[in-house]
């Protein structure tokens, strides 16, 4: 099949993008599908790439499950640790409060990556219409004539080529694999250093290697980036102490600059925006796949609805109404998740004292009012719905 007339073209091999493709496919196998993806065609040949840690919520996992696209490697949370350095103010969560399997799961970008191509290679099998096209470079221009497109192609904040709404908090995250002496199993740490967020996470690599997402100001974090090893240890051991220990190794340091830009609308026409090409977050929340994974489901479940024939005539307005539905839709978890984060983010960052006392209280009550920990922890793992 040519790039030709497609009903559905999703533009972006990213997570929200193989995601969105297997579960329009798994409804409707004979949908007329086209996915462009700059990546390359073969597994091995993603291997240098991004190897940050992401927290996926239960909901991302049991959305996951129905493509079997759960990776293998993953390391579960089982207890979340969150503090103030050197201030008042601490909350634990744990899974047995929450009645939870596990409170989260940490798994590698490149892995999860790798199991959605895996998971649509399945279900491509049986999708006699549906063509993936690997591309080089940029996309072609113009784009293959398509009913409705997709845009999926996420992307970095200030790598990305459109700025709408949003906020540069001035802050970067410097990622890598840490190793300590004793850690916890399944413990995750969040401390709030002046900063900004110090989150050390279980890996699937054994107890005592970690991921380290460390923000900071872009000055400070270029220089943690240059450090070497050991001097890098003892500027992280200072700041996080001694509760698991010492740092002993470091590696696979990476930077990305953190900030807020999202799509006030997200549909125009016949175009649809989701996951990252919607809305790019601080990670402070550990939300932005987890939200974009819920795009894509909702925005497949209509789009199979449309194009089987299930529910009305693909003609240009009946699409139009489909996208404005689906944007509709999507409106409570986007404002929900991309407010709360942005709060997350500010509150987390000011060195205003009202602010950090601020901060200590809701720790406090977080601690002592388990509904409220209970109602956060929801919209965490599931979204607003
Ligand atoms: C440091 C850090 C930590 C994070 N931690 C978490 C976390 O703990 N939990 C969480 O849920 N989220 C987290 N996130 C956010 C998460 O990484 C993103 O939300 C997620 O990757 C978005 O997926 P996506 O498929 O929309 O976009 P991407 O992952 O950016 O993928 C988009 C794909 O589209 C391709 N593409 C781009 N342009 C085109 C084009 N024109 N044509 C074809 N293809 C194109 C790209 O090459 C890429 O493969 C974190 C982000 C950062 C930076």
Avoid at 105 to 129: C, E, F, G, T
Avoid at 275 to 289: E, R, S
């Amino acid at each position: 099949m040519s790039l030709g007339n497609c009903d559905i073209l999703i533009q972006g091999g990213g997570p929200v993008g193989l995601a969105c493709a297997s579960w329009i496919l798994q409804r409707f196998p004979e949908a007329k599908l086209t996915l462009l993806d700059r990546n390359p065609v073969e597994d091995a040949d993603l291997i240098n790439a991004d190897s940050r840690g992401i927290a996926l919520s239960y909901g991302s996992k049991l959305l996951l499950d129905t493509i079997h696209a759960w990776p293998a490697d993953c390391a579960d949370i089982h207890r979340v640790h969150v503090s103030q350095a050197g201030l008042f103010g601490r909350a634990l969560m744990t899974r047995e409060e929450l009645q939870q399997e596990a409170l989260g799961h940490i798994i590698r970008y490149r892995d999860i990556h790798v199991a959605l191509r895996q998971a649509l290679r399945d279900i491509q099998s049986k999708s006699p219409n549906f063509n993936w096209q690997h591309i080089t470079g940029n996309a072609p221009e113009p784009l293959p004539n398509a009913k409705c497109i997709v845009h999926a192609e996420g992307g970095l904040f200030k790598k990305q080529d459109w700025v709408e709404s949003g906020r540069d908090y001035g802050q970067s995250a410097l990622v890598g694999l840490v190793e300590v002496d004793r850690a916890e199993p399944h413990q995750a740490w969040e401390r709030f250093t002046a900063e900004g967020p110090l989150a050390v996470l279980p890996s699937h690599y054994g107890i005592n290697i970690l991921n380290l997402v460390w923000c900071g100001s872009p000055g400070s974090s270029q220089q943690r980036l240059q450090l070497n090893g050991e001097d890098f240890l003892k500027a992280l051991q200072t700041e996080f102490g001694n509760r698991i220990g010492r740092f002993l190794k470091i590696q696979d340091r990476r930077l990305y600059e953190l900030g807020l830009n999202y799509r006030k609308k997200i549909n125009q026409d016949h175009e649809v925006w989701i996951g990252n090409a919607a809305q790019t977050l601080h990670p402070v929340a550990g939300q932005g796949l987890n939200l974009g994974l819920r795009d894509a489901y909702l925005l497949a479940e209509k789009l199979a609805n449309i194009f089987s024939g299930a529910s009305n005539e693909q003609t240009a307005a009946n699409i139009q109404n489909t996208l404005e539905s689906y944007a509709k839709s999507r409106k409570a978890d986007r404002a929900t998740t991309i407010g709360l984060t942005d709060l997350m983010a500010r509150v987390f960052t000011s060195n205003l004292a009202p602010v950090i006392l601020a901060r200590g209280f809701a720790f406090l009550a977080l601690q002592w009012l388990p509904p409220m920990k209970t109602a956060l922890a929801r919209q965490m793992m599931f979204g607003r719905r």
